[in-house]
């Protein structure tokens, strides 16, 4: 009888530290998932801010073009 009670006292700790390590691997899994959510989130920020600068961009060299295409015109 003592020797199934020390099984089941292993079993029980070996059980125990299998959850510990499996729940502090979640855990860190949990905060890299939340940090590349944050620095994907950045660079879809960044994209938008480099996406109206090119917007911007396109449209001073429509201008520049149209303004180009008058003085030819006038000379």
């Known amino acids: 009888m003592a020797k199934k009670r020390q099984r089941h006292f292993i079993f029980f700790i070996f059980t125990i530290f299998f959850l ?3 729940a502090m691997t979640n ?3 949990y905060t890299n998932y939340k ?3 944050k620095k994907l989130e950045e660079v879809e920020r960044r994209y938008q ?3 109206k600068q090119l917007e911007s961009r396109q449209q001073e060299l429509e ?3 149209k303004l180009l295409e008058l003085h030819q ?3």
């Open 73 to 75: 015109e006038e000379k």
């Open 27 to 29: 855990y860190r899994a």
């Open 35 to 37: 940090n590349a959510e």
């Open 63 to 65: 201008t520049l073009k």
């Open 20 to 22: 510990i390590v499996l």
């Open 49 to 51: 801010e480099l996406e």
